[in-house]
């Protein structure tokens, strides 16, 4: 029996194969570690999106190298596929490393060598009340600063079928959501056709759940699906949509293969529609990015009123298309723009916050804090801290809640039955 710990860096994705690992193991009857110090099997799950990322998964294992033997630490996820010599002069060359290329039953597999583990077919329990599926692996979308496409390969569909069964099996354990996962998701390809046909074979399911997806692609993304899409009855009521620039210099140099007027396009259906929350990630600084691309970046972002922004600074990656470019932004120029554009989508999202009140939202619970507060998300993706007297909401329970009012973090009311 082992005591096992594991840190997690990163999406989605790595959050899913931890939680996957961490099941297997508990179900094997090993326990779980508070700290790495008293562990006798260590799991370092990374992530390389950005320098810093890197950076955060070598020193974490340089700081569980210290304590325990390189033969029971497994260094797993996307730093895990890049830079093996790196890893081992940090850790010893007994170290497990498993690259982000692997399936999760190749992960498991190596898991299995070091302690035992049973293998289970419903959803990760410590996701709950969210149940994340898998539907499609890597990425070949070459988008010129990623280093996605090399840290986790090739595209591989999952069956449909499997998807299906896994979804069914979530909501018989009492799942309330399904998260699809796809590095660009809409590359979907199986049986059943596309993702707009399977999330249509999903929203035919019985049960009381909700579901949605990360991330579509606006290059193989097009608006008859979009509205597809919002007319099935378990969606929830939001799309992520990366934009990346509001400047389609800057698009094309990033081979997104979209301009912003065919974001637009995309987008529209979503910001007409009464209820629905648009969301999307940007990246400030990427190479060659003058003051007026970045002016187009803060306008197209205050055009599309997006109700939550993800934004990064553009960090070098090795190896990628843009890492080669010669036009490098200051990191004084990039920190000033991401300053700015920060103050805008706060000032966005408290907005897009404030305009909820006085309505009655349906809201997903995910915890109760005592003495009297829930915490959830509601069904267009907003944080929500709600009041219920006389009534003690569970996790995983549906609810309906007034809002009373809302701050940039999200929206505050009370919940009614
Ligand atoms: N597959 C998803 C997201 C992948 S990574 C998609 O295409 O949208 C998540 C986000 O990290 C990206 O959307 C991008 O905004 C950001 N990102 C990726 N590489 C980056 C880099 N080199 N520097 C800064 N941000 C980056
Ligand atoms: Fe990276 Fe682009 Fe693939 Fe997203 S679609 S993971 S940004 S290469
Ligand atoms: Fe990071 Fe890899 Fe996910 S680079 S964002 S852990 S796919």
């Known amino acids: 029996m082992a005591s096992f710990f594991i840190k997690t860096f990163g999406c989605q994705f790595n959050e899913l194969y931890s939680a996957a690992v961490a099941d297997a193991l508990l179900r094997g009857g090993n326990q779980r570690s508070d700290d790495v110090e008293h562990a006798s099997l260590v799991i370092v799950n990374t992530c390389a999106v950005r320098r810093k990322s890197e950076e955060k998964a070598f020193s974490f294992l340089g700081e569980a190298a210290k304590v325990i033997d390189a033969g029971h630490i497994v260094f797993m996820g996307c730093v895990a596929s890049l830079d093996h010599e790196r890893a081992r002069r940090i850790a010893g060359h007994g170290l497990r490393i498993v690259e982000g290329t692997k399936s999760l039953d190749e992960v498991l597999a190596v ?18 009340p969210t149940a994340d599926i898998e539907i499609i692996r890597g990425c070949e979308s070459y988008c010129t600063y990623c280093i996605v496409p090399t840290s986790r390969g090739r595209e591989v569909s999952i069956d449909a079928a499997d998807v299906l069964s896994g979804a069914t099996k979530a909501i018989d354990h009492g799942f309330s ?17 596309g993702l707009v046909d399977l999330m249509t074979l999903v929203d035919g399911m019985k049960g009381s759940f909700w579901f949605w997806f990360l ?18 009855q378990h969606i929830e009521h939001r799309l992520h949509l990366p934009l990346q620039s509001g400047s389609n210099r800057l698009l094309e140099r990033m ?14 259906p979503v910001r007409t529609a009464d209820g629905w929350a648009l969301t999307t990630d940007i990246i400030v600084g990427f190479p060659g990015e003058t003051d007026d691309d970045f002016a187009r970046t803060v306008e197209a972002v205050r ?21 080669r470019m010669q036009d490098k932004v200051p990191a004084g120029v990039i920190d ?14 408290e907005e897009s916050n404030q305009r909820m009140a006085g309505r009655t939202v349906e809201v997903l619970v995910l915890s109760w804090r005592e ?14 801290w709600f009041a219920s007297p ?3 909401p569970s996790a995983g329970e549906f609810v309906h809640v007034v809002v009373d009012h809302g701050s940039r973090e999200g929206v505050y009311g009370t919940a009614v039955w």
């Not at 583990?117 to 996701?127: A, C, K, M, Q, Y």
Request: proline fraction near 8%.
């Open 111 to 128: 898991i299995g060598t070091l302690a035992p583990i049973v293998l289970g077919d419903d959803p990760p329990r410590s996701l709950f």
């Open 177 to 193: 959501e399904l998260l699809f996962l796809g590095q660009n998701i809409n590359r979907y390809q199986s049986k059943v056709g």
């Open 215 to 232: 991330s579509p692609h606006p290059a193989n993304f097009r608006p008859d699906e979009v509205r597809r899409l919002m007319e099935l």
């Open 255 to 268: 081979n997104r293969r979209y301009t912003v007027s065919q974001y637009e396009q995309l987008a529209e």
């Open 303 to 323: 055009q599309f009123r997006f109700d939550a922004v993800f934004l990064a600074k553009y960090s070098d990656r090795p190896g990628t298309p843009a890492s």
């Open 336 to 349: 000033q723009r991401h300053a700015l554009l920060l103050g805008v989508v706060q000032e966005l999202s």
């Open 371 to 384: 003495p009297d507060r829930g915490f959830g998300r509601s069904i267009d993706g907003k944080n929500v």
């Open 390 to 392: 006389g009534r003690q």
